[in-house]
């Protein structure tokens, strides 16, 4: 198993300080993890400890999420993008492929179409296309429209809960949820409002590095028409179904996710 370390990263003056976890040889292909909405660095353990030793990731907690500050604003799409240069900048990596989980693809994917020179290859796993018409995001929005703290342990265990097709532990999905925890009712609120009031299919415009997109065929919360969207909008595309898996690869299938990840960065960097 790899070796992870964490870290802190300053981002520099008006910017929060975001921790970091990080494994592989300074010298490795460097790639960094962009986790979704109330997750961590932690989501990603999984694959995290099983790097290969060729590769350098980074997977930094945003914004308002785990032990990362928490300012009282800054939760658009836009800002957690901001925030993803910024803190490429502060641990140095010039040029990577970013490889974003659930919404975090999102921002990886605006850095992609707005900072080319920055990103290697771009890799969505369980990304949506758009959100504001997916019936799960709609239920969510509903519960924290109005949620103050101290949030409800109970609605953290209600957001990871049947998110796979087969069953985690009860230990991990239990620190998946602390983890959420540790985000602020307004962090909860805006983030979820930044995804559902930003226009998504805008953000997969002007993509035009390599792009490899992950769906698993038993996702609860994305279809494969919502995949379709991302394909017909960016050019180099191509699409991995993987049968029997739910919305969050990397924790169900992550020895294939690496392959197939080692697989793609072979040639871009």
């Given at each position: ?52 030793p060729?590769?350098h990731a ?7 999420h ?22 490429m900048?502060s ?16 921002q ?24 504001a ?8 929005w ?35 949820a ?35 997109v ?6 609860p ?5 919502d ?5 017909d ?7 991995l179904?993987y ?17 197939d990840?080692t ?7």
């Amino acid at each position: 198993m790899a070796a992870v370390a964490v870290h802190s990263a300053v981002l520099g003056e008006g910017r929060p300080t975001l921790p970091y976890a990080e494994t592989g040889r300074p010298g490795g292909t460097p790639l960094v993890l962009v986790h979704g909405y109330l997750d961590s660095w932690w989501t990603f353990e999984p694959l995290l400890r099983r790097m290969p030793p060729g590769l350098h990731a980074y997977a930094p907690t945003q914004r308002g999420h785990g032990d990362a500050d928490k300012p009282p604003d800054g939760y658009l799409p836009e800002d957690f993008a901001e925030d993803l240069v910024a803190f490429m900048d502060s641990v140095g990596t010039e040029r990577a492929v970013l490889v974003g989980g659930s919404s975090g693809g999102v921002q990886a994917r605006i850095v992609a179409g707005r900072r080319p020179d920055r990103v290697a290859g771009l890799v969505l796993l369980g990304v949506p296309a758009t959100l504001a018409d997916k019936p799960k995001a709609a239920e969510l929005w509903n519960a924290v429209r109005e949620l103050k703290d101290p949030v409800d342990p109970e609605l953290a265990a209600d957001l990871v809960d049947g998110l796979t097709a087969t069953p985690m532990g009860r230990g991990f999905l239990q620190t998946v949820a602390d983890e959420a925890l540790k985000a602020p009712a307004h962090v909860w609120r805006e983030t979820l409002r930044g995804l559902l009031e930003t226009d998504l299919r805008a953000t997969l415009s002007g993509i035009l590095v390599p792009t490899l997109v992950v769906w698993g065929d038993q996702d609860p919360v994305l279809t494969r028409e919502d995949q379709q969207t991302i394909l017909d909008a960016v050019p180099d595309s191509r699409l991995l179904v993987y049968e029997g898996v739910g919305h969050i690869a990397y924790w169900e299938a992550p020895d294939r996710v690496l392959r197939d990840l080692t697989a793609f960065m072979a040639d871009r960097t």
